[in-house]
């Protein structure tokens, strides 16, 4: 039998490590060409490894969180065909799979004989929930059996209801390694608190004529458009607003001390997935329009929940969006996405009684958090940048005209 060692390849865009983040296989497993065998994740996005011949899995290299660099040995197959043997030359021979007995599978657990329901009015299974009394325990003398008030009322002059026992101590303690997606969270969150000094600004934002405008679009789109949210328009007004201040549609250099203030809109979109936070980008957001921008979105966004995103999808953004939609609370004190110098974070709307012209009327109103780099922008620049903002979103008409 001849042998063939995986090695983890070149995943291209200069990548020299990635992380083991799952296995599919384990040692003595037949494996077909093509199978997924592992996930690596790379600073980029998570690639599904597959085997490129067939074979019974002998080794396997490397664990669950470990960082293992190009080229490394991840898998060793024994080749059941003679004629591949020469695929695995100049590796060592592995060592032979060890046969794994198959256990006889456990007797069948006696099966308890099942209960019939106690029957009883929702009021009296109210009253025994409540006096501690499990009705199984009860003998109904009402018709078919039912349980009865009369029932309860002999149960609890017995003094034989039973009480719920009292809350236990619990001293338990699970140790969860932080791995993959996770852990490259918490690394990028660590280092952008760690080298950027964060300046935090919360406006109040009135979003009424913007969302009447945003349903009456949406009751008269065409089927072929998405549904616009509030995002397109917030990515419209971020496009009109950076003209102005450029310096806040940029990455800075800490390292070369050299901020790249960038021409482009490139729109990050911070997204909740089911292994935590990512950043899709949606690129080019000053040559889009609305329902452009709102399928873009969808797309950017869809890709990252699933996890089909492509490594360009998750970077290159100059500036951040980020927002929590229903849950976005009060406000909010939102990480910069480093290398960018600035975040953009519309919290939860609601309506609240406010003073317009000197009468009270009921208004949709939005806090809208942000944060922005000290070392770059100064606060007057960045509250002149926000009121920028706010201005094109309590008047949206202005995203529709030469400015």
Do not use: C
């Amino acid at each position: 039998m001849g042998h063939h060692v995986f090695r983890l390849p070149d995943v291209g865009e200069g990548v020299a490590e990635a992380e083991i983040v799952a296995w599919h296989i384990k040692v003595g497993d037949r494996i077909e060409e093509d199978q997924p065998t592992v996930d690596v994740m790379t600073d980029k996005a998570t690639v599904e490894m597959t085997t490129p011949v067939s074979g019974i899995v002998a080794a396997l290299h490397g664990e669950v969180g470990q960082m293992v660099p190009v080229g490394t040995a991840l898998i060793e197959l024994t080749l059941q065909d003679e004629a591949a043997s020469d695929q695995g030359a100049g590796d060592a021979t592995p060592a032979p799979v060890a046969r794994q007995e198959v256990p006889p599978p456990p007797a069948p657990r006696p099966q308890a004989p099942q209960t019939q329901a106690p029957l009883a009015a929702p009021a009296t299974r109210r009253r025994a929930h409540e006096g501690g009394i499990d009705l199984h325990a009860v003998t109904g003398t009402g018709p078919d059996g039912r349980i009865t008030p009369s029932d309860l009322d002999a149960v609890l002059s017995a003094g034989t209801a039973e009480h719920p026992a009292p809350p236990q101590r619990s001293d338990g303690v699970s140790a969860i390694r932080i791995v993959g997606l996770r852990r490259r969270i918490a690394e990028k969150m660590q280092d952008s608190t760690r080298r950027i000094p964060h300046f935090s600004y919360v406006e109040e934002f009135d979003v009424t004529a913007l969302e009447t405008l945003r349903q009456t679009l949406n009751e008269g789109r065409r089927e072929n458009r998405p549904k616009l949210t509030l995002l397109p328009f917030f990515m419209a007004a971020v496009v009109r607003s950076v003209r102005a201040f450029p310096h806040i549609n940029a990455r800075y250099d800490d390292a070369a001390e050299t901020l790249h203030v960038h021409d482009a809109v490139h729109v990050g979109i911070a997204t909740q997935t089911a292994g935590g936070l990512t950043v899709p980008v949606v690129r080019h957001a000053e040559a889009l329009d609305l329902w452009q921008a709102a399928e873009a979105l969808r797309h950017v966004t869809g890709a990252a929940r699933d996890g089909t995103a492509s490594r360009d999808m998750l970077s290159g953004s100059t500036i951040t969006l980020s927002s929590l939609g229903a849950l976005g609370g009060l406000a909010a004190t939102p990480i910069i996405n480093h290398p960018e110098v600035a975040i953009i974070g519309p919290n939860r709307m609601v309506e609240r009684p406010m003073v317009v012209n000197g009468q009270v009327a009921i208004r949709r109103m939005m806090n809208v958090s942000s944060s922005f780099d000290h070392r770059i922008i100064d606060g007057h620049e960045a509250a002149r940048f926000v009121q920028a903002l706010k201005r094109l979103i309590e008047q949206p008409a202005l995203l529709f005209v030469d400015p």
